[in-house]
């Protein structure tokens, strides 16, 4: 795993440490907020321990910087396929649609300075199919 920093690495296992699993999942959030340093401040306002849930309303948060939103973007992603800022609509047959937001694109996220650790975080994420020796 690559780290940033001596912080990142040990604010990483500091937070696993709170995990109540120790899967892919939890791992790549995990390595996520460690890495940025605003996300690192309001890592309870992003992640709840006690239910282990992503908390999908610190995107709202004006502590929320560029680039800490879309650190805190892609770990939700990574968690469970989150990709929306909170716009839906209503179908014909009146069901609720989330709607995906552009701020989840591949250029929007990863047109930072973190990205060689976004990168990691996908690693970390799906490690099966992250090495070439294994693509068949």
Not at 2 to 22: A, G, P
Not at 34 to 41: N, S
Not at 60 to 68: H, I, M, P, R, V
Request: glycine letters at 2%; a negative charge.
């Amino acid at each position: 795993m690559k780290f940033r920093d001596e912080y990142h690495e040990t604010l990483f296992w500091v937070i696993m440490q709170k995990m109540q699993s120790k899967d892919v999942y939890h791992q790549s959030v995990a390595y996520l907020i460690a890495l940025d340093d605003v996300c690192r401040k309001h890592v309870e306002e992003i992640f709840d321990f006690k239910e282990s849930v992503i908390r999908t309303e610190s995107l709202d948060k004006a502590w929320q910087t560029g680039t800490s939103k879309k650190t805190t973007r892609l770990a939700f992603n990574l968690w469970n396929g989150w990709d929306t800022d909170g716009e839906s609509y209503t179908d014909d047959d009146g069901y609720m649609h989330s709607l995906t937001s552009s701020y989840y694109t591949v250029d929007n996220i990863f047109c930072c300075p973190y990205a060689p650790y976004y990168w990691e975080a996908i690693k970390i994420r799906y490690p099966e199919y992250t090495n070439p020796d294994d693509w068949e």
